[in-house]
């Protein structure tokens, strides 16, 4: 498995050309995005900080988990910092939505420190996430909570969104103890793996058509 940091993007037409699957990576600042991403790449790519807004553009690193299967992860900046400059949020919102838009973006990854309830602005965010893109609730940082503790609040969380957002995955993750971090690249795998076998199908189809 190699990780390198590919580049960051401060405007639209930075964006990368359309190699790979990307997996975006979106949350309230200090949520623990960076941690993860590091801990995904098994590196020290991304960069950590405890001052809230640090990330104020994209960054992307790509990860080649082997020969056959590369990947792009996505560091999008954080929400919910209110000290962001309006104008610079405006901008970081245009160009989140252009990310999203783009036809390799598989999956969005909603990280969410699981010490806290999804409050309307998180609830918000997903929905309108949900609209464009398939989305996984990440919660973060259970190592702050026993195991029995930790059922209980994603307990909570799951009777707060079930009834908003049928099906949505839920992933549990310690950036502490890398608990969750391997099965959550597992589960990126594997959806890659789909894209392939769904690629495969529509050549299939069109050479059948031809």
Known sequence: MQARYLKAVATSEQLPAPVACEFGFVGRSNC???????GLLNSKLARTSAMPGRTQMIHYFELQVNPETCLFLVDLPGYGFNKTPKKLQKTWDLLIRD???????REV??????????DDV???????LLEVKRVSLVLTKIDKFSVQQQKQYVAAIQATIAPLFEDLPVHTISNLHKTGVAELRTYMQEQVHHVEEEEETEEEVDHEGK
Not at 32 to 38: A, D, P, R, Y
Not at 99 to 105: D, G, I, K, S, T
Not at 122 to 128: G, I
Request: aromatic fraction near 10%; charged fraction near 30%.
């Open 32 to 38: 623990g995005k960076s941690s993860l991403i590091n």
């Open 99 to 105: 990310f999203l838009e783009r036809a390799n973006v």
């Open 109 to 118: 990854f909603f990280l969410h420190d699981i010490r806290r309830p999804l």
């Open 122 to 128: 998180d609830l918000c965010l997903l929905e309108d």
